[in-house]
């Protein structure tokens, strides 16, 4: 990587303590940086670790030898993708000089600076990273426990779920309800329950006109709403209803022998029955001590520094991170970020605040995509909104527009993935 | 003598520079989320690293006062100062 002159004045100030503690190390024999999660959050980080400073002894620990990718995840449910395009593997992050640990992390001593694993070793860190995703709460709606996911599928993790999903929609008869219902807020990829309504409305208007979709909402607004629901108007009028929370859109308990959703005005027996519940940080998060009440993680925004236990960083859909939404390209920005900003710590410098952005596209049929963007900066402790900037497709825009929309939507998942595992 | 020092610290300084890490400028590393840093992606969405210094800059400020047809850039250039701007073209000038 080729240092510039403002990276190399920066470094310039860090130089003369960092050189003392390990001059003339040999590559990957500096400080001990264990990254725990192999997703967008913690494979870019890893890799960007190693990149920003080649002497990073950088370990990722994933039990998994395959990622299933959740973006895209949709047009896998209805058909218009095959879960293999979702699948990725850690051989390119092996070779940038990353040890892959193939375990389960189980447990983080803070104090002694060990992350314990499923195979029962221990390795130390200097700093630890976590990108533990999210994790479902089970239980937390009444009646959808981890069994009732094999009748209800959330597919919100994405892959046997994703497939069971497909398998249940092939199966339905022409006629049939299908049911989908979405949490309060926050949760993992907020435009994502309503790109699932369109692409499931999508195939049920192609495929069985006869049927009906029903979204069931916790909330009253949603992620590039006007967007959506402008396109749901225009193209599938009486197959896909909306039913916002003061409309009686909240499930109050589910019963998956016979897939029914209960609310406050009524019980829908589906056909299909898609429950995307409510979330929290992956299950390592409360175990080390870096989950608050909430079940997410406060971090410090410059640095990704958890705000309860130093020296553990914390990115990706398990963070808190103000205004920017859980989803894969924050994730990836966060990663980078952090991994500068740990690569500093390491110094002993001091990381200058940052600037982050996200841009999310969801698609409304297969060739309509809309987007949201956004730029971001420390403020008051928090990541927030720059002023004027950000925001999401025109309201009213041509075909084109939006057909142009769809395939930048592609070229993002393939640029994306390439950057984190290719 | 001082003078002397000085100049053997600059030099450790430099060297140790030329070793150490590469920051990049605040919001960069988010551009390659859409804009492919490795040249095997095929994307509509042109790569930044190596574009001239200049052409980044004058893109950034179309896009920012609307001047230039966007689908999102319109949106994220509005996030940024010029100062930031030069730093991230820079950047990615740099780059091969």
């Known amino acids: 990587m080729i240092t510039s002159r403002r990276g190399f004045l920066k470094t310039g100030l860090a130089v003369s303590t960092a050189l003392l503690p390990w001059p003339a190390l040999a590559q990957g024999a500096g400080p001990r940086v264990v990254v725990v999660g192999g997703g967008f959050a913690g494979a870019s980080c890893a890799r960007a670790l190693r990149e920003t400073d080649a002497r990073l002894a950088v370990t990722l620990v994933e039990p998994n030898a395959t990622f299933t990718a959740c973006p895209f995840s949709n047009a896998v449910i209805v058909g218009l993708r095959e879960l293999a395009a979702q699948q990725f593997t850690y051989e390119r992050v092996a070779a940038d000089g990353i040890t892959i640990s193939r375990t389960m992390a189980t447990g983080v001593d803070p104090q002694a600076k060990t992350v314990a694993l499923s195979d029962g070793a221990r390795l130390a860190y200097d700093r630890l990273v976590l990108a533990p995703g999210i994790d479902i709460r089970w239980g937390a709606l009444p009646g959808y426990d981890e069994a009732a996911a094999s009748s209800m599928p959330h597919a919100w993790?994405?892959?046997?779920?994703?497939?069971?999903?497909?398998?249940?929609?092939?199966?339905?008869?022409?006629?049939?309800?299908?049911?989908?219902?979405?949490?309060?807020?926050?949760?993992?990829?907020?435009?994502?329950?309503?790109?699932?309504?369109?692409?499931?409305?999508?195939?049920?208007?192609?495929?069985?006109?006869?049927?009906?979709?029903?979204?069931?909402?916790?909330?009253?607004?949603?992620?590039?709403?006007?967007?959506?629901?402008?396109?749901?108007?225009?193209?599938?009028?009486?197959?896909?209803?909306?039913?916002?929370?003061?409309?009686?859109?909240?499930?109050?308990?589910?019963?998956?022998?016979?897939?029914?959703?209960?609310?406050?005005?009524?019980?829908?027996?589906?056909?299909?029955?898609?429950?995307?519940?409510?979330?929290k940080a992956g299950r390592i998060a409360e175990l080390a001590g870096v989950a608050d009440r909430t079940g997410w993680c406060p971090i410090d925004p410059v640095t990704f520094e958890s705000k309860l236990q130093p020296g553990i960083h914390v990115i990706g859909d398990a963070a808190i991170a103000g205004a920017m939404p859980k989803s894969a390209f924050a994730a990836n920005s966060q990663a980078k970020t952090c991994a500068a900003a740990v690569a500093q710590l390491l110094h002993g410098a001091t990381p200058s605040a940052p600037k982050l952005i996200n841009t999310c596209y969801s698609l409304v049929a297969p060739d309509y995509g809309i987007s949201v963007a956004g730029v971001y900066q420390p403020s008051n402790g928090q990541l927030a909104d720059v002023p004027g900037a950000g925001g999401v497709s025109p309201q009213e825009a041509p075909r084109a527009t939006r057909a142009a929309e769809a395939v930048l939507a592609e070229a993002w998942f393939r640029t994306i993935t390439t950057e984190v595992f290719g | 003598m001082r003078m002397v020092v000085t100049a053997a610290i600059g030099l450790v300084s430099i060297a140790a520079a030329a070793v150490a890490f590469a920051e990049p400028p605040p919001g960069a590393a988010s551009c390659t989320g859409c804009h492919p840093s490795s040249a095997r992606v095929s994307s509509p969405v042109r790569r930044l690293a190596g574009l001239d210094r200049d052409a980044t800059v004058k893109a950034m400020q179309d896009f920012r006062s609307g001047q230039r047809a966007a689908t999102v850039m319109d949106r994220i250039a509005k996030g940024f100062s010029d100062a930031e701007v030069q730093a991230i073209a820079a950047w990615f000038a740099s780059q091969k």
């Open chain 1, 157 to 279: 993790k994405a892959g046997e779920q994703t497939l069971l999903l497909r398998r249940q929609l092939e199966a339905m008869d022409d006629g049939g309800l299908v049911v989908i219902s979405a949490p309060a807020n926050p949760f993992r990829c907020p435009p994502g329950p309503y790109e699932r309504a369109s692409l499931i409305a999508y195939y049920l208007k192609t495929k069985k006109p006869k049927s009906k979709l029903i979204v069931l909402d916790a909330k009253d607004s949603f992620s590039k709403q006007r967007l959506f629901q402008t396109a749901w108007t225009e193209l599938y009028p009486g197959l896909l209803e909306w039913v916002p929370l003061s409309k009686g859109g909240a499930v109050t308990s589910v019963e998956p022998a016979t897939r029914t959703f209960v609310t406050d005005f009524g019980r829908h027996e589906a056909r299909v029955a898609n429950v995307i519940p409510p979330q």
